[in-house]
């Protein structure tokens, strides 16, 4: 008799072992800038992920599983993004929808590729993430080679007519990537910079730079940086008498930079890729985050595409097995909030590059 219930015991134990391995709940992650000056940009990832979560699940999961969602919190900061790379792979996470700054996914991704776990940034932009990072390593937004060539042509065109350029960078590897890269394509154009200046992020008083460029009679500052500095800057030039005109990139997309300027951020130009707002069929999507409070503005909708990829992939391969997700990613075409994306030899990804856009009465459109 015991003989027979020990048998029961384990067949029982066996049953649920196996039921519970077919419906282990899989772990994702997003990281970025959660606290800091950038936080906006992670409110925005954090929003774009958990959302993606919640659609995925009450539509049956990935392969019958539910997903759970890790946060991470890299602040920007480099060092603190590879131990939240690590802490993320103790964790036994498949896929991380991040990071934001290029500064923190370059080196993060050394250690997604070493310990097996997808990378698909919503938002780094600079080109040696996917140049020199591993099979792993995906983005679904655009790089800084593209933006710089967009800029630069418009700069160039503005120097030819005689506007005097200043290129201002913040020293990481997202402003000064895309300083030097819009400066290159400017240069290439046939036209050059009057000033090429390097500015210390997280500080309070730019009169100095913002002297040195009204004594130049500079007439557009291009800043390769983030909102919070190039919100003061702006500031500062008007509090200093000039209209100078300033031009960005795609991390001046949040409504915070308004917050910053007022009134002295009209006119304001940036490079973006194409709203996805605007997307059809996002409509039902865009008003679900409205009724939650959130806009998905900047890169919510960048991060709820990342994990749309993964997850499509993961189900066409069938399995969150790295290799097999690889495999699958690098031959799929997915439709996302982005519209239908697939990833070239890189881990690029194959959507129309960068529009210009204008800040007017507080809120960013089309230029």
């Known amino acids: 008799m015991k003989k027979i219930l020990v048998a029961m015991s384990a067949l029982s134990m066996g049953m649920m072992m196996t039921s519970t391995a077919a419906w ?28 993606a979560v919640a659609d995925i699940n009450a539509a049956g999961g990935v392969n019958g599983e539910m997903l759970t969602l890790e946060i991470g919190d890299d602040a920007c900061d480099p060092k603190q993004a590879v131990a939240v790379a690590n802490q993320m792979a103790s964790k036994g996470v498949v896929f991380m929808a991040g990071h934001f700054c290029s500064g923190s996914s370059i080196p993060a991704s050394a250690v997604y590729t070493e310990e097996g776990i997808i990378q698909i940034s919503p938002a ?121 005109q300033l031009v960005s990139g795609d991390a001046l997309v949040t409504d915070e930079y308004w917050s910053i300027t007022g009134d002295a951020g009209e006119g304001t130009l940036m490079t973006f890729s194409p709203d996805p707002r605007k997307n059809p069929g996002v409509d039902e999507l865009v008003a679900k985050f409205r009724e939650k409070g959130i806009e998905p503005e900047g890169y919510v909708l960048y991060t709820y595409a990342a994990v749309q990829a993964w997850a499509q992939a993961a189900t066409a391969a069938k399995s969150v097995e790295e290799g097999k997700v690889i495999e699958a990613l690098n031959s ?31 809120k960013y459109d089309y230029k």
């Open 332 to 362: 799929g075409k997915f439709n996302t909030v982005l519209g239908e994306l697939s990833f070239d030899d890189k881990g690029d990804v194959t959507l129309p590059g960068y529009v210009w856009y204008e800040w007017k009465d507080g």
């Open 124 to 244: 780094s932009t600079n080109p040696k993430l996917t140049d020199e990072g591993g099979p792993n390593v995906y983005r679904v937004c655009g790089r800084d080679d593209q933006q710089g060539v967009v800029a630069g042509a418009y700069l160039a065109e503005q120097a030819k007519g005689g506007k005097k350029i200043a290129i201002l960078h913040d020293k990481t590897a997202y402003g000064k990537g895309l300083a030097d890269e819009t400066k290159a394509a400017m240069e290439a154009d046939g036209a050059e910079a009057t000033m090429y200046e390097a500015y210390t992020a997280g500080e309070k008083d730019y009169t100095a730079l913002v002297s040195k460029m009204k004594q130049e009679g500079i007439n557009i500052a291009y800043v390769g940086g983030y909102h919070t500095e190039a919100g003061l800057i702006v500031r500062q030039m008007r509090d200093q008498g000039m209209d100078t």
């Open 24 to 51: 282990a709940d899989i772990a994702i992650a997003t990281a970025g800038p959660m606290t800091g000056q950038y936080a906006s940009f992670g409110q925005q990832m954090k929003a774009g992920a958990e959302q």
